[in-house]
């Protein structure tokens, strides 16, 4: 871990602040109860493939065009404030929010494990190693060791990894994205008959949690599904 990573960590815990509003009742998820409430939190009314807001049932899209991903948990909806956050954790490696995003995520996902779906392996979207370079850390990749504690599931960050480095999704429209992202990733292991879930902290058109499924079916997975930190929802 280096350095900035390491002060970033002390600074949080010295913080009991709101990182929204600075009152000092930021107990520990570094929010205090009022901006916890106010967060736009994900409605449950979504479609459970790819958890675009409908009446509960699975979207159009999902039945014209079915991804290679089964399921979609998203915590919150991408809007203020959250953008903002998820921006500041990604850019300023803030550990400390990874640890409000994996508790807030396993506190709503904890009444959904169920026998019938249980998850034996937790994947965070791989990064290439150029970017990781960049940046010095995998923001997928710390929330995904924290749920990985938090449901005693195992994690697996080696299995598969982004081979294609590619421009950021981010600048790329539906049709760029999908190009974009094509045979990025490769997976050496087998993995049949697992049950996986992709850790990522924001989906947007989901293009790249797509062929991260698809890779992964490929590779003999019986099962994917996103957990997702934040889910873009079309303007
Ligand atoms: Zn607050
Ligand atoms: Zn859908």
Redesign the pocket.
Known sequence: MNNRLKFNQILANLQQTCILCASHNGENLGLCQPCLKDLPWHTTTQ??????I?NGG?????ISTP?SFDA?TALLTYDYPVDGLLQHYKYNASLNLAQTFASLFAEKKHTQLTMQNAINLIMPMPMHQNRLKERGFNQALEIAKLLSKTFAIKLDYTSCKRTKHTPPQASLNLKERIKNIKGAFSCQQNLQHLNIAIIDDVMTTGASLNELAKTLKQAGAAHVECWVMARTLPK
């Open positions: 479609c459970p493939q790819c958890a675009l409908t699975i979207c159009g899209s999902c991804p979609t």
